[in-house]
């Protein structure tokens, strides 16, 4: 068997312990191979024993049913020495402390986010009614045009090249508002929701 093998084996044997304790072994357990080297690997696995001893002795002190203390001193690395103890009761607590941070900065900094979606909102409708309105007079600018055409086809001309500006003026300011409406309120909601879930999110799995 080799340092592969051992990891999987092991990370599947304790898949019926939290994904903190259960990372929190994984990475002890590499680290140790790391600074053993490759070339202890074949050390390390014979001290260490079976995937099945280790994953016993790790889910006795998850669940507390034994006060395990694991100790290894590697031979071929007699620098190293090893301590592998449960940590998670210090976590919860600063998981905890690090919630109750997250809770405080979301009703404080509420008031700021609400006034941010407002002046959005408002941007946004402004700009879409605007564009329109924008658009309605290009095309009144249009009817004006063909009158003055059959009068002043100089005027008519210049009548005709203000609409077609008036009517891509208020294409703009429609799309622009749109965007704003339907694709940046959106992705700001996103994002903040994205930023509570991983505050929040992955404290419920511990």
């Known amino acids: 068997m080799n340092r592969i093998e051992f990891m999987q084996q092991l990370e599947m044997l304790l ?5 903190a304790e259960r990372a929190d072994a994984i990475k002890y357990y590499n ?26 002795n790790i889910k006795a002190d998850a669940f507390g049913t034994e006060n395990v203390n694991h100790t290894y001193t590697s031979q071929d690395a007699p620098n190293m020495n090893h301590t592998y103890t449960n940590q998670q009761p210090q976590n919860n607590d600063r998981d905890g402390a690090t919630l109750a941070l997250v809770v405080v900065l979301i009703i404080v900094t509420f ?40 009068i002043f086809p100089m005027g008519g001309v210049f009548l005709f090249g203000v609409s077609f500006l008036l009517l891509a003026l208020g294409l703009v300011f429609i799309v622009g508002g749109l965007s704003i409406g339907f694709v940046a309120i959106p992705a700001i909601i996103k994002g903040v929701t994205s930023l509570i879930k991983k505050a929040l999110g992955k404290k419920g799995e511990v």
């Open 111 to 150: 008031p700021l986010w609400m006034s941010l979606a407002g002046a959005l909102i408002g941007i946004a409708f402004g700009l879409t009614v605007g564009g329109g309105g924008i658009m309605v007079g290009g095309i009144a600018v249009i009817g004006a045009a063909i009158a003055k055409t059959a």
């Open 31 to 56: 680290d140790y191979f790391d600074d053993a080297g490759i070339e202890n690997e074949a050390g390390v696995i014979e001290q260490l024993g079976s995937p099945e001893q280790v994953a016993q």
């Open 15 to 19: 898949a019926d312990i939290s994904e």
